[in-house]
């Protein structure tokens, strides 16, 4: 086996984020709890004095203008994990982290599309009663994950 094979990855993005402010706080999170690249769908990422590590110019970062667009792009052999209030999501405290995966969450006000949630492979939420903050639900995952080591 070739010693440089990646056997595990994570990207982690917002589809149709809302303000600027909590992609530049989440793209802090990300490079500093190992994410591999960041990405928007729908709405660009703009520089913020809270990406004060300029994450986007230090990991890659990609941008898909429709959810369409960045599914036909997901890495061969990555688990789309939806980050959702929903029913039908699996607990995060129980939740096995695919080895390569790519995490994506939805603006505070709409969350995920309904054509994003029907492609996840996996959903997942955590203890909350009302919705958080993106940026502050995407750092909980990249935390359990770096907690809890992917396992399939």
């Known amino acids: 086996m070739n010693d440089n094979f990646i056997t595990e990855f994570f ?22 709890l190992g994410a591999s690249y960041i990405f928007t769908i729908g709405n ?10 300029n994450a986007v ?3 890659p970062y990609f941008h898909y203008e429709t ?3 960045f599914y036909q792009n997901l890495p ?7 980050v959702e209030l929903d029913d039908r ?3 995060l405290e ?3 982290h695919p080895r390569r995966c790519v995490y994506l969450l939805g603006a505070e006000d709409n969350g995920l599309s309904k054509k994003a949630i029907a492609k996840c492979h996996h959903l ?7 919705s958080l903050n993106v940026s502050v639900a995407g750092s909980i995952v990249m935390y359990d994950r770096g907690l809890n080591k992917p396992r399939s």
């Open 11 to 32: 990207g982690i993005g917002i589809q149709n984020g809302k303000t600027p402010e909590n992609l530049g706080v989440l793209w802090r999170t990300a490079q500093n």
């Open 44 to 53: 660009r990422y703009a520089k913020q004095a809270c990406d004060t590590e």
């Open 57 to 59: 110019k230090s990991m």
């Open 67 to 69: 959810f369409e667009d």
């Open 76 to 82: 061969k052999g990555a688990r789309l994990v939806g």
């Open 89 to 91: 999501a699996a607990d």
């Open 94 to 96: 129980t939740f096995e």
């Open 124 to 130: 997942i939420k955590f203890k909350s009663e009302k």
